[in-house]
């Protein structure tokens, strides 16, 4: 198995998994190499370099194509090596034979945004979170998107700034009001994916009780279920990530897989450059294949 969390040997079942959704968060680079392939090897090093250096920001999907030959058949794969970037689902550009290493980080880089300029409305919205007054933080938000209401961050902002306040009804109207591009992106989808697990705690016994629950009759999944959207709400993620991964190692179709779904929407929670997100993902698809 590879070492590194970003790099991943893909086949017919796997390939969904880590190729189609990963890319709806970050660039996939796919691989399609062989053992005989002379340029293969050259090119085997300098991918590999490249993701390490993103650090989750880009991952690495190598395919066998003598191993799979369903696979390199379904894309047309004529010639190795042949590396195709997926994005969002979709082949948005592919390269054939050994290009120079600038060649795949431009092809990444036009599909990772410019940082935005400074914001002055953003700039004096956090300096009235960070100094206690969160409501007139929100407020000021508020009236600017009265003025500029297609404004995308200060939208997520405000769902952010109402989600954290427990005003998580008026978060999720605001995001839901967002085109589907914007609420698949993050932050948006984070967001998202936080209301997620408020609308599974909502009704649950409180996190000791489920504790004590789960400590008593560890089998329990549904109340592990509770329990891990308890700890995602209370902000520890690890807590939850573990919880998430003892559902798949029990009963890995539990709930419509409730486990590796909500192992993936704590990823969604934390974005990909959180270091759990990386340890866990590699966990992740180790208990899966």
């Not at 053992?35 to 370099?49: E, F, I, M, N």
């Not at 209401?149 to 839901?176: H, P, S």
């Amino acid at each position: 198995m590879n070492e590194s969390p970003y790099i991943f040997e893909v086949n017919q079942s796997n390939f969904a998994t880590v190729v189609v959704e990963n890319s709806q968060q970050v660039p996939v680079l796919v691989d399609f190499w062989a053992d005989w392939c002379q340029p293969c090897r050259t090119l085997t090093p300098l991918l590999s370099k490249l993701v390490q250096e993103y650090r989750g920001g880009v991952i690495l999907a190598k395919i066998n194509a003598d191993d799979e030959q369903a696979l390199a058949q379904h894309f047309r794969v004529r010639s190795l090596p042949t590396v195709m970037i997926v994005w969002q689902g979709q082949i948005v550009d592919q390269m054939v034979g050994v290009q120079p290493e600038s060649a795949y980080r431009e092809a990444i880089a036009r599909l990772q945004a410019a940082p935005p300029p400074g914001d002055p409305i953003m700039e004096r919205v956090e300096l009235l979170w960070e100094r206690g007054r969160q409501e007139q933080a929100v407020e000021l938000l508020r009236q600017a998107l009265l003025k500029e209401a297609t404004n995308v961050e200060w939208t997520v902002n405000l769902a952010d700034k109402l989600l954290q306040l427990g005003q998580g009804d008026e978060a999720r109207t605001l995001l839901q009001g967002l085109p589907e591009d914007e609420r698949a992106k993050q932050p948006a989808s984070g967001l998202l994916a936080r209301l997620r697990f408020a609308d599974l705690a909502q009704g649950s016994p409180e996190l000791a009780t489920l504790e004590a629950t789960v400590r008593n009759d560890p089998t329990d999944l549904t109340a592990r279920r509770q329990l891990a959207a308890r700890y995602v709400l209370a902000g520890d993620y690890e807590a939850a990530l573990e919880q998430f991964m003892d559902i798949m190692r029990r009963n890995p179709g539990f709930e419509d897989e409730a486990g590796r779904k909500g192992l993936i929407a704590i990823f969604e929670v934390l974005g990909n450059e959180d270091p759990l997100v990386s340890t866990y993902r590699r966990r992740m698809f180790s208990l899966l294949h």
